[in-house]
């Protein structure tokens, strides 16, 4: 066989063609979105000015945006491993849920008394395991019941969803009073540091960079990582080189759970410094759409998730500055989804037709 | 007489198509899959694409129906250049292909996939494309029962059923590829006496085949190609030969059959009842010993490939036992079979065996013994290139498994193997490989066998069985027919008891 142009400069193509795609998805994105606001009456480029400023205008606004940023990038490199067997892990949402449940849980029981570091470590295991366990559920059943994981994982958040109602309005009501607004708040030594000026949690932070580069290191350098791409791209071709796809996929779900309990956990202790019934605020949902947008590329998740939580951050602004209905933001969050899930179809069917072409290329024999 | 009901219903009807095709390229990268090929195919006579895999064939047939487009050259239909860039223009200028895995849709009748693609406007009267139906499949001599459906017939059916959808939708050049895999003899005298009536009816046929004495059957014109070029071209009558010589350069040695020395039992199934298949497979029992080597024949679906994946523990019986060296191994699954030391290969390589979308590397660190926590790349990459080297791979280590070509596939899957497996247990081992191919993949088996592997195949070329097998089970609507040692086994026994004739004796 003639050797083809150096492996370098054909690596080099394939990762610029990676961020070509991604670059063409966000521009779709910003068309539609541009649709929209002109359609709902907002002048588009207003309302971009204003979402640019709400998120990245100040250093404040910035950390807030980190703030979204960091559950965000957990929840998509959970995502990551449930992709890499093929699944689709919708159940993500409850399992952020339920970190955030496990997590409340511990610093409730009596911890006031010990040290707050030992707390929120506790309170991290608990919330890894809760959402785990949360995945590990769905995952079972659709191992062994053959259900599918997007009707369990569905169904799974509807539950996670109903325990946080339950114990906000039931055990774990406020004294007296029982209201949407969530629980008590925690005392102040149970609030995740923050850096008083940017309000900013550095411990937070760590952990969504230290998920980063846990996951490079699982999905390239381990068995596990290769063994989940192997069973992904071929479950019965893995069974004869002797893996075994129900377990893997329990790992993979568990791996995804614990990575969106930590996110919940991040959620009660560093955001809300309580449980409130909306306490994944989407973000689960969320991340599937950012580890779609960036091609299921552990290198443009950070950027792209960081894109997602500007917009989010940005357009909470959008009702008050341009006096437009507060629908609006979701609207947009909306016409976001249907614009990546239009572009991530789009690459699938030329990914398919490269394949193809890929397979017609077959090297001849000599 | 020549029956001109068979060119269809068009109102031009007796028009006769020639194709040229001129200077052909196509490159994929570096690689020259079609380099300058020029052919001519004329109207009313079968024209063969001989040549062995990956020399180009398919490549050609792709650019002819729209599926690739050609780098450059020039396609001429009736002397008028023509771009044929997409599947759909191919219909319009009605030229039609038999892919090697028909295209029909197995939940649906006979008569529906016959409907497809013919059908317009809101009412259907069935009746009349029942008729239309059967009036061709009995002018061509196909039996086919119009209310069945797909998935319960054979492959040679559905490709029987797939010529008389072409032939409805008024196709003038019928391409077949590779038609002659896994039908059996009989559909084979049956599609052929079909083809020939079809060109003489004024219809080009285009057999790409592999297999030399399909194209010395049925063909009129033969075009060799070699390496992505045209190496020769006869005309009836053939000289083997010469054939042989251009397609392969210097002729291949085939395999030696030597003398088997069985030694010990290495598997044994005992009154095995599974179901799958179209037959299932009842009652089965047999034993196989080391250093044996034995063919399953029987026609597709006759309980071989259930045989063979409940002995790797891939299928659960239903009853009945099996044993590997003695021990049990009821419900120990493909894990157990593998620990013990047997290794089950596929037939769909690329769809059971491999793993498309991971390279040749990330196969043999996946094959590696799953002990440590991190990938070891560098030992993987090792083993890979020597691989490359010993098994003549044609491929880099950083090439998608998917992309190397069918006998390279099958290479990949052999070098994957343990060094000395128990039990080696193989799906059509040499289903569409060139015969250099074939022959090296049975030379490479001899000598696992030689070295006390227990090989168990199954291959519906009974030459292919008469050639290496050191015993034959006969498989007929899932019950072993016969069991019979290679000194007693010929061609005629073992086709009587394929088609379920009288048990010999």
Known sequence: MTSSSGPGSSKTRHILGRFRQTAVSLLAVFIFTTLVLYLAGAPPFAAYYHIFMGSLGSWIKFSHVIKAWIPLTLCACGLLYTFRIGLWNIGIEGQVMMGAVFATALLRTGVEDGSPAISFFLAFLAAIMGGAIWAAIAGWLKTRGNVHEIFAGLGMNFVAQGIILWLIFGPWKRPGVASMSGTELFPDNLWLFYLPDLRLSPIGLTMALAALGVTTLMLRYTRIGLNLKAIGANPRAAVLFGLKPGQYM????????????????????????????????????????????????????????????????????????????????????????????????????????????????????? | MTDYRLIGRSPNRFYLMQIDLKNIHKHYGSIRANDGISLIIRPGSIHGILGENGAGKSTLMKILTGFARKTSGSTLIDDQPVDIDTPAIAAQYKIGMLHQ??????????????????????????????????????????????????????????????????????????????????????????????????????????????????????????????????????????????????????????????????????????????????????????????????????????????????????????????????????????????????????????????????????????????????????????????????????????????????????????????????????????????????????????EHAARGTAIVFSSSELDEILMVADRTIVFYNGTVVTDIPAHKADADTLGRAVAGGERPQ
């Open chain 2, 101 to 446: 895995e028909p295209l029909d849709f197995t939940a649906l009748s006979v008569l529906d996939n016959f409907m497809i693609g013919q059908i317009s406007g809101v009412y259907q009267k069935k009746e009349t494309y029942q008729v239309e139906l059967m009036e061709t499949s009995a002018q061509l001599g196909f039996e086919l029962d119009p209310d069945v459906q797909v998935h319960r017939l054979t492959v040679g059916e559905r490709q029987q059923l797939e010529i008389l959808r072409l032939l409805a939708l008024n196709t003038r050049v019928l391409i077949l590829d590779e038609p002659t895999t896994g039908i059996s003899r009989n559909q084979k005298d049956i599609l052929f006496t079909g083809l020939k009536a079809l060109a003489g009816a004024g219809k080009s046929v285009i057999l790409v085949s592999h297999k030399l004495e399909d194209v010395i059957a049925l063909c009129d014109e033969v075009t060799v190609m070699r390496q992505g070029k045209v190496s020769g071209r006869m005309t009836a009558p053939f000289h083997t030969d010469r054939l042989l010589k251009m397609m392969f350069g210097t002729l291949p040695s085939p395999p030696v059959h030597r003398p088997a020395n069985p030694g010990k039992v290495a598997i044994a199934l005992d009154q095995v009842t599974a179901t799958g298949g179209r037959a299932g497979l009842e009652n089965c029992s047999a034993m196989i010993h080391e250093g044996e080597i034995v063919g399953l024949a029987g026609l597709e679906g006759s309980g071989q490939g259930v045989f063979l994946r409940v002995a790797a523990g891939l299928k659960r019986p239903i009853r009945g036992k099996i044993t590997f060296k003695g021990e049990m191994l009821n419900g120990t699954g493909y894990y157990g079979f593998k620990k013990r030391g047997g290794a089950f290969i596929p037939a769909s390589r690329i769809e059971e065996g491999l793993i498309p979308g991971l390279t040749i590397t990330e196969h043999f660190c996946l094959n590696e013994k799953q002990g440590s926590f991190f990938t070891v790349w560098r030992a993987a990459l090792k083993r890979a290139k020597e691989c490359i080297a010993q098994f003549n791979i044609k491929g880099r280590p950083a090439i998608d498994a998917a992309a190397l070509s069918g006998g390279n596939q099958q290479r990949l899957l052999l070098s994957l193997l343990p060094l000395n497996p128990t039990v080696l247990l193989l799906e059509n081992p040499t289903r569409g490989l060139d015969l250099g191919s074939a022959h090296w993949v049975w030379r490479h088996l001899q």
């Open chain 1, 250 to 366: 329990l790992l993979a779900m568990a791996f995804a759970g614990g990575f969106a309990g930590l996110a919940g956990a991040f959620q009660v202790t560093g955001v809300y410094h309580r449980l409130i019934p909306s306490i994944s605020s989407n973000y689960g949902y969320l991340a599937l759409m950012v580890v779609m947008l960036a091609n299921f590329n552990i290198w443009l998740v950070p950027v792209v998730a960081l894109f997602f939580a500007g917009l989010n951050v940005g357009s909470i602004q959008l009702p008050i500055v341009l006096q437009v209905d507060s629908s609006l933001a979701g609207v947009i969050q909306g016409a976001l989804v249907l614009t990546v899930l239009a572009a991530h179809g789009f690459h699938g069917w030329r990914k398919q037709s490269q394949i193809k072409t890929l397979s017609e290329g077959a090297v001849p024999n000599a």
